[in-house]
């Protein structure tokens, strides 16, 4: 049986977690470590650090500090890893805490994060979903069920301090392009809610003043949240440090591709059993700069799809060129508008886009001036036939359901 | 046996042909007229309309006059179809002209319209494709063969006069922000070489100086470029004039998601069978903007993919803000790199991009100010080894094939 | 375009076509002779060589002369193939004729030949099938419509004497155990009606009187009726004579495991283009004794299933020991029953067992005395919703329709 | 969290759980009652209730005794379910014990049960698979690795009077058609292994003098060994008695079709979460025997096969009488004699067949004499190329590790 090198505790604050941290940073200390070919399990809180709660009132989700943000698990060393090698990963299984069978799906405040879609949905909302063994349903959301393709939304190894500078400058001269914008262009480090782990007094004091946020994907992968780097997939890592730096977290039942909620997938805490091992000097061998990885064998199969195209022209009629972001957003809204003709509320629709296994494709981004995207809505994860006909829709969904919402204070 | 109601020959110059156009205007006349429920097979051109040709220089690939294209064959009038109506067009099957088994994918010019990658292939090149039944192989790309997964780039319903006005001051107004830019913004329309069908005189005049160009994806459909728009699929068209107007062409025998060499995918000239048929009023009925889709169940079924991420900081380390196109490009840099390791010259690895059935996937776009970008390569279409390895990669593929280059004038 | 060697005339006897024969024997001369690395098309009658026609009478299912059966094209010589070389065959694509776009499905009279429900389908009866592009419908089996899984029923190379003196041996013994069963246990040579190609006088004669029927599959495939052996598909063949003899027919546009019905999948007249290729001593080298294959990576994607078990009694009550030929017609008698609840006839329901992509799987056959088979029925076949539910079956099935028979005169 | 009614420990003797029992009896007393809707959670034991250990040596396998097995846990009571309902059970996960992440794969003596291809591997012979996480692995066989496809070999509602009557009556005349076979046609009730749950004095005398054996599928459902009745699918089972009485057992983690070892997949202790709902009168409803059951959407998506056929002509030249079972085993042979040439010992050839989620098809079944049936071996699981090619095999596998075999005392 493999060891539970991290635990947590949820009942206790992850800042009282040694071997949690919640910023990059070349000198967070390992919690532990392991040798190449070792498989271990790797306990994680849910991003937010057990803040969200499994209740019918989101005003957890509008009230959440997105600065302590994300609490991952580790890093976990690897011993012989050097920088320049490549560290494998193999996700061998992925689960929710016994304890906490459940996760949630949240739309941020505009003031509070936004999302993709928030200009439509500007106030904090939340849907909880309940694990059924491989399924999930959620009282918020009638008539849909799916098998979960759970994942982790953040994974990586520790930047070295020259990629870190790189990080951090590039960021802090974005935001001084806009810096007065809401939601800002980005997060720059921020000292008073850093965890740094095992570190204590002044290397503590540098890791939180230098520490780069865990909220964007970057080279080493991070908040990548990829659905399909799922339980069952192997990963390889781009290495910076002696000792790799392996840390997790984040992780999700379920996601569509974009995570268009932000807050976001089926978010849980849970554990990662996983096994290491190592490509020396892979990165020069395989001419990597971005970790790349295969999916896994054990992936929901739904393969019957309605499919949502969207163009890079955005809902005021305004014309973007060859802008992907723009063109998915289109074909979220279609889909939303089109489930809203069975009986879904707007938010429904919004949180099923967010948690399911919708598909995202760079459909066409050549033909100027228009990105084309397109959104795959499995169809089989509805319990009635969302499939058009000559007859029209059926409102099929139960009625009275809603998604809490909490206003602006 | 269905009627074939379009023929085209390829000895034929299309602007010969009064069922071929290249913009799209309302008043283009019926090409013929069916009846909801036919089935039917239409002819097209290449999108070229035959000027690419299957040899070893790229020169036709770098001095085709862009204006000229698309050759689409239709309109089609269904009888009555009316706006508002969808238009519900089954693929029954498509496939190659018989004395036609080849295809072709090029890079533009920067100069002549550029692509996706312009920047790293500023030159115009070309590779040739030839058909061996359900698969391809080409001469100029050693090492691998895939099956088709065979769809129209071009398809749609013709606009109202409404519509194409909007088109028409939306591109050229954003055109007018940057009217210098190389490659521009968008095309306006040009009449001079425009192919109004079988309208003469005035009406051609008028169809030639106010048609819409065939370039983009637009609400109808039109240029979508999407490679699950596949045979046996079945797609809704919203419908805006009477009869619908049916048209079609740009045929592909594969594409990888974003057809990003832009000429683009594998050409071809083909023909479709399809039957029709209408959901009335199903626009309102459904909440339709852009056309809906079910993809086929017939597909290539490749699944062990290598999969790139890249995020929306540029090569050149400029960061974007969500930006999909970057992070995509990035995604597609880390491929090119990678498959440059195992022999593959950079523009083979870009034509396989461009051409094999890659997937594209909006994976995470709402974690600031990075969006991640996914790209599926199937390892299935090499024959050798792609995947990552402890002793590095084996230079397998066929050393001393190039992909034809014909350098700017 | 490859050439296309052998052309079959649907209206020409096949007793006419130089380069069609009906029984295997290695004395046949080659129809045509080809180089490994070639690529070229093969035409075939349906294995009647024309006898059923498209109508709404199973009196030519009734009156059909089995000892006819079945015309094969071939056979094709390749060049340096040697006894013990493996013969590698691509199936490039499979289509059926495009003067002949329709096939029949019909089950034999019990005294003639029969099927595996025999017992309860004693009658001939007939269906028919029109291809549409990739899809195919009945008009006699309503609310069902399914892509094709093209493929040759038979396929294989010539056997040289000792494997003629084995097949004509094992199988005229084995029919002497039961002289006088209906249908009987083997069919043995039969001269009167034996084609044996180009072969004339003496060579002819010899040929029909030692010449193998065609009905069973062998060590060489021969009439394997695999529905997964389709196009897209790579063969390795057993060689035994020099120039291989590669002969192929009995195309089907789709089949469910088994054939079921015996006549039996969706028969039709085609062509295939096909590409061979040696593997020298391939069957000492890997252990070959029968042929073995790679399926192809176009296959209809149905994967949502209802899945019947059958167990090694019969009907009737009677245990026979792990016989999975008992327990897959349990699971077939099990699944047509419930068919009939949703109003299909049982003669529609048989038909959709045969036709369909349905797989057949030996589930357990080790546990004394019950074999375990079970029967995947495709749900997404069908036009309405075959799960089962708490309000019981819809007759959804168009009343009405019913499947020609043709009592035993 | 779901309550796990059922609870085994595993070192301790199953016959002292009360919960658990090893005949099909009317009147064995439920182990716990559940309500329709309930979700919950049934540990099991292993099919021998420990008997075979996690070691090097096949003692165990020999001289196992078969008149214990199969130890299930249940009955489960449901309450409302009556004779004639359906009772509707979701898989809604299954898994190994946490303090036992292993299995064991045996080829039992041809004194003892024999197998599949016992006639080739007469002697005791054992395999143990480790498992990390979704996938396993064996010290005992080299080079392979694949996903579980983990399900229950046997599960099934109690018989009422009259089909026990049945069961016992056709099984014990059927041995008496030959007494003395080695192995025996069939297993009659034995009472002196009888575990009977929580039944006590004349009740369990009565229990183990007329409870019918576990071994063979029957009307119920039983020991089907279906692999792809797996964690994620729905089944629709007959219910005989009040109360319907589910139990289930003999956990794999994984099998090929048919189970061929006898001993039989990946065999393990562990536990189902599952789900029960009713359909009332649902057998007349839907015409229901046997249970019927949709798959899971979760399972491993290896689709590149290696597809060998079988004939019904025995190894030794008999032909039969398109006998599927005799089919089958020659594909299996044939496969073995395969995957020696790449360096495999025919015994872990036959264990992959056994454990790995092969596929075994019932091709054609009607044109005598011969049966076809074909064994899909996919090529994913390996970790080398076991495809064919002109160069011939690569014995790619690693030498000199042995599957332990204990001869016959």
């Known amino acids: 049986m493999p060891e539970t090198l991290i635990k947590v505790d949820l009942k206790q604050s992850p800042y009282e977690n040694e071997k949690v941290h919640n910023r990059w940073h070349p000198d967070i200390p390992m919690a532990c470590w392991v040798n190449p070919g070792d498989d271990f399990v790797i306990e994680t809180y849910d991003w937010t650090g057990g803040y969200i709660k499994n209740n019918d009132c989101a005003d957890d989700v509008r009230d959440v500090d997105l600065t302590t943000v994300h609490f991952l698990s580790g890093p976990v060393g690897v011993k012989g890893a050097e920088p320049g090698d490549l560290l494998v990963v193999d996700l061998l299984d992925i689960g929710a805490k016994s304890d ?119 080279e080493h992968g991070g908040n990548c949240d990829i659905k399909d780097l799922s339980r069952g997939s192997k990963i390889y890592f781009p290495v910076y440090v002696d000792g790799a730096g392996l840390s997790v977290g984040d992780l999700h039942f379920s996601q569509g591709d974009g995570e268009i909620t932000f807050c976001g997938a089926i978010e849980m805490a849970g554990w990662v059993h996983m096994k290491v091992d190592l490509i020396k000097d892979g990165m020069a061998k395989y001419g990597i700069k971005n970790p790349i990885f295969r999916p896994s064998p054990i992936t929901p199969t739904y393969n019957d799809y309605l499919i949502f195209e969207g163009i890079s022209v955005d809902e005021y009629g305004k014309q973007y060129y060859l802008d992907v972001h723009v063109a998915y957003r289109q074909a979220c809204l279609n889909a939303i508008e089109y489930l809203t003709k069975f009986g879904y509320s707007r938010a429904q629709a919004y949180a099923i886009l967010g948690t399911a296994p919708v598909q995202g494709h760079i459909s066409g981004v050549v033909d100027i001036p228009n990105a084309c995207a397109t959104l795959w809505l499995p169809t089989q994860i509805f319990d009635f036939d969302i499939r058009p006909g000559a007859s029209g829709p059926v409102r099929a969904v139960t009625p009275g359901i809603e998604v809490p919402l909490s206003p602006d204070l």
Chains 1, 2, 3, 4 share one sequence.
């Open 100 to 218: 906490s069978l459940w996760g949630f799906n949240g739309f941020f405040s505009k003031k509070n994060g936004g999302g993709f879609l928030t200009e439509h949905f500007p106030h904090a909302q939340k849907t909880i979903w309940d694990f059924h063994g491989l399924y999930t349903t959620s009282r918020h959301v009638p008539n849909v069920k799916f098998a979960g393709l759970i994942h982790p939304g953040l994974i990586g190894c520790l930047p070295d301090r020259k990629m870190l500078e790189i990080w951090n400058r590039r960021e802090v001269d974005f935001i001084a392009t806009q810096p007065d914008r809401v939601p800002p262009l980005a997060n720059p480090p921020f000292a008073k809610t850093a965890h740094a782990g095992a570190a204590r007094g002044d290397l503590k004091a540098k890791i939180a003043a230098e520490g780069a946020r865990t909220v964007p994907p970057r």
